[in-house]
């Protein structure tokens, strides 16, 4: 029953990875002439990532084991961070709400290294930056 569960999931994100590249993201994303990178590089590349892990989900399942109720409350509390996180970012922006959502993140999983808070609250926030605003063109929140 378990393994069928883990081939619906892989089916899934299967279809929705091809959805996704041919559907989805020729309709949404606008082509813009110049610039070294086209918008929707990044986007295809996710949905083929999200295509082949569904596909390998599919080939090989994993072995299921019930999740306690911890498990899922952590879940939830992390779902109900991220939006809070969308919330802020869309009242205060990228660059405050983006630092301050990884490093409370950072906190509940447990991470306590300094050199790996400092990469995940200032690199990771920069390198995003960088890549949508600088090299896209694109605008954050």
């Known amino acids: 029953m378990a393994r069928n569960v883990d081939r619906a ?3 899934f994100f299967l279809v929705f990875g091809l959805l996704l590249y041919f559907v989805i993201i020729p309709v949404h994303v606008e082509f813009i002439e ?6 929707e590089t990044i ?3 996710v949905a083929i990532v999200l295509g082949i892990c569904g596909a390998l989900l599919m080939g090989k399942p994993t072995i299921q084991r019930v999740q306690s109720s911890t498990e899922f409350l ?4 992390y779902f109900g961070l991220l939006a809070v996180g969308l919330f802020l970012m869309s009242h205060v922006g990228f660059v405050y709400a983006a ?3 990884a490093l ?3 906190l509940l999983i447990g991470e306590r290294r300094p050199l790996w808070i400092g990469m995940g609250v200032v ?6 930056w960088v890549m949508v605003v600088q090299v896209l063109d694109r605008p954050l929140p």
């Open 74 to 77: 952590n879940a939830c509390l």
């Open 9 to 11: 999931t892989g089916a």
């Open 99 to 101: 630092p301050l959502i």
């Open 123 to 128: 690199v990771v926030p920069a390198v995003i």
């Open 43 to 45: 986007p295809n590349a």
């Open 104 to 106: 409370v993140l950072m």
């Open 34 to 39: 110049g610039g070294w990178i086209l918008p």
